[in-house]
Each structure stands twice: as C-alpha cells, then as structure tokens.
C-alpha cells in the first residue's frame, strides 16, 4: 500500500535552516509528483510548492519563494523539504502528500503523518 | 485570508444532510476543478472528493461533490458523528500560480 513516511519533530531557533524528510513505498515514485502543506497550530491548511520526482521540477508558493527548497532522491525514493531563515510563525505540522493527476488538475491523495516543526529562542 | 471561501462551522444533527460551500472566482475554481479534503482531530488531511465530484475508493458514497461557476459544494447525506471534522476545499489559482485551500470548515454532529 502506498505510505509516506516523514521524519521527526524538530524544535529550531530563529534564523535557522530545517529539513524534513518524506519516504516514500508502495508506488512508483518517479511517476508522481510531491506537494508540501503546512498548518500553523489551529489554522487551515497552506499550500507551500511541488516538485516532480520524475524530473526535478518545482513550483513554490509566492510567499516562500526564496526560503524554501524542494528536493527528491529517486534511489532512495526521499523527498525532501528545507526551510531557511525560520521565524516564529513558521511554527506548523509540514505534511507532505503524493499529488495526482494532471499538473493544475491534481490532487493528494495519499499523506504523510506530518512533522511538528517548532521555531522558539 | 483564503482565496477561497468556505463558512468557518457548519453543524447537522446524525442522518440529516449538510453542505459545505466554497467560493472562489475565474482564476481558480472558475477554471480549474475543485477537490476536497476532510481533517479528523489530530490527523493528517484525507482525499475526499477529487476533480470536482470523483470519490477515491474508500469513501462512502455520503460524500458528493458538485461545482457551478465560480463555487463548488460538499454535501454529506446520512450525517455520522465520525463525520465531526474540518472540510477543505482546493482548487489551482492561476494569479497566484500556485495551489489554493480555503478557510476550513469545521462541521459539528449535534
């Protein structure tokens, strides 16, 4: 069955960089596509970039443009997210969700259990 | 503030129908197909209704999805108390070029 395996909780203090990791099983991972959400605690989801594990590409969210880096390792069927420069308001579980379909019609359907990524000095 | 719409709560007594509205306009949900997305407390986000009004396997046929124009709706016939969780919509926006959830809509059984 398909599962998405994310690495721990990470507490960070600010200006920081994070990396989470997303193992990815139970599908071809280089025919699908990657997506990144993350939620602040008691607040909806956000949208944040993807990439495709076939070739590499990537479409970040406006606001994170600069700061965040998606990244994949075909051989180890990884996908991975780094955040840099982290303010407290980055504070949020950081999901990562296999994405379907065609690139602006997709959707997520399978996820990961979310990383608990806490920013505080 | 979401680029897309959806009532902040919802509520609905066990087997009643609800709906769960989500507004958005011509660059994305005018354009591009709606999927959604249901929140258990303490869980990661589950696929519900993908391209419009298509159930993944899995989830009951409860669930429907529709979309007119710029808004699309969730409805949840035959409400269930395991059915208490928030519901997002998502759709691409091409101003933004980039994917787009609403607000969230937490929907209580009474």
């Known amino acids: 069955q398909v599962q998405l395996v994310q690495s721990g909780a990470e507490v960070k203090k600010p200006g920081a960089s994070v990396k989470v990791s997303c193992k990815a099983s139970g599908y071809s991972f280089n025919i699908y596509g990657i997506t990144w959400v993350r939620q602040a605690p008691g607040q909806g989801l956000e949208w944040m970039g993807w990439i495709s594990a076939y070739n590499g590409n990537t479409n970040y969210a406006h606001n994170l443009q600069g700061r965040v880096s998606l990244t994949t390792d075909t051989s180890t069927k990884t996908a991975y997210m780094e955040l840099r420069g982290l303010r407290s308001d980055d504070t949020a579980v950081y999901y990562c969700a296999r994405d379907d379909g065609a690139y602006s019609s997709s959707w997520f359907d399978h996820w990961g259990q979310g990383t608990l990524v806490t920013v505080s000095s | 503030q979401s680029v897309l719409t959806q009532p902040p709560s919802a509520s609905g007594t066990p087997g009643q129908r609800v709906s769960i509205s989500c507004s958005g306009s011509?660059?994305?949900?005018?354009?591009?197909?709606v999927n959604w997305y249901q929140q258990l407390p303490g869980t990661a986000p589950r696929l519900l209704i993908y391209t419009n009004n298509q159930r993944p396997s899995g989830v009951p046929d409860r669930f429907s999805g529709s979309k007119s124009g710029t808004s699309a709706s969730l409805a949840i016939s035959g409400l269930q108390s395991e059915d208490e969780a928030a519901y997002y919509c998502a759709a691409w926006d091409d101003s933004l070029d980039g994917r787009v959830f609403g607000g969230g809509t937490k929907l209580t059984v009474l």
């Open positions: 011509s660059s994305n949900i005018g354009s591009y197909t």
